[in-house]
C-alpha cells in the first residue's frame, strides 16, 4: 500500500494540486541522479531532479498476475547529468529507478508509483532508452542450473571457455559432439549428454534383446 501524505491527499482531493513526475536514477555505485517532466528543477527527497533532461516516461507494457511488466524511459543526453560515455561504460545497468508524482508548488509532497530496474539502456541519435522492469521480473530468472543434455553455458563465456575470435562465425547449437568434435572443448561441456531422455519413459524389456541400458 502506497503511503500518501495527508496534506497531499487533501490536496488531489480538493483538484487544487499542480503535479508533475519525477524520477530518482540510483546507480549501482551509488551516484544518484534526478530528472522531472515539470519545466523547472526541482528537489525532491533531496534530490536535484533537473527539468532540462527531457526526461519522460515511454511506452509501458503491464499484465495482470505474476507477469513482471516493462516500461521505458528516454531523454536526452547532458554531460551534467545522464552522458553517453557513461551510458556506454555500462554505469547504468542494473540501476534502480524511483518513479515519484510530485506537487511541484510544494516539491515536500511527493508520492512513489512505483520502483524498477534498468535491465537495458541503449544511444540512439544523440538520445537515450532504458528498458526498465519491475520486481516481479526477479521471478522470471532462472535459479541455478539446469540439468539437461544440452549445454547450459553462454559460447565463449568463463564457463565455456572456448575463445569465440578463434572460429569467426561460428555458433554453437550446445550439443556434446558439437562442443567435442568442431571445438575440441569436451572438458568444459556444461550439459549431461548421458541422462536420459524422453524416449526413455517408453522403453521397456524385449523378448530377445539385450536389455542392458545401452540405449539409454
Known sequence: MRAVPSELTDRLESGAASLCQAWILTRADGVVLGFTDHDRDLVVDGVA??????????????????????????????????????????????????????????????????????????????????????????????????????????????????????FPGAACDKRWVTCRAVFGNGLNFRGFPAAPGEDFLTLYPSEGERNDGGRR
Not at 513482471?68 to 552522458?83: E, I, K, N, R
Not at 551510458?87 to 508520492?111: F, I, N, Q, T
Open 49 to 166: 531532479c533537473r527539468a532540462a533532461s527531457g526526461w519522460t516516461a515511454g511506452a509501458a507494457e503491464t499484465a495482470t498476475g505474476y507477469a513482471p511488466g516493462l516500461a521505458t524511459a528516454v531523454g536526452g543526453f547532458d554531460d551534467a547529468a545522464l552522458s553517453e560515455a557513461d551510458l556506454a561504460a555500462g554505469l547504468y545497468d542494473g540501476a534502480r529507478v524511483d518513479c515519484r508524482v510530485v506537487d511541484w508548488s510544494a516539491p515536500s509532497l511527493s508520492m512513489r508509483l512505483w520502483t524498477a530496474r534498468v535491465a537495458s539502456a541503449k544511444a540512439e541519435g544523440g538520445a537515450f532508452t532504458l528498458a526498465l522492469e519491475g520486481p516481479l521480473a526477479a521471478l522470471d530468472r532462472v535459479a541455478g542450473r539446469t540439468f539437461g543434455r544440452s549445454c547450459d553455458a553462454a559460447f565463449g563465456d568463463a564457463r565455456c571457455g572456448v575463445d569465440a575470435t578463434a
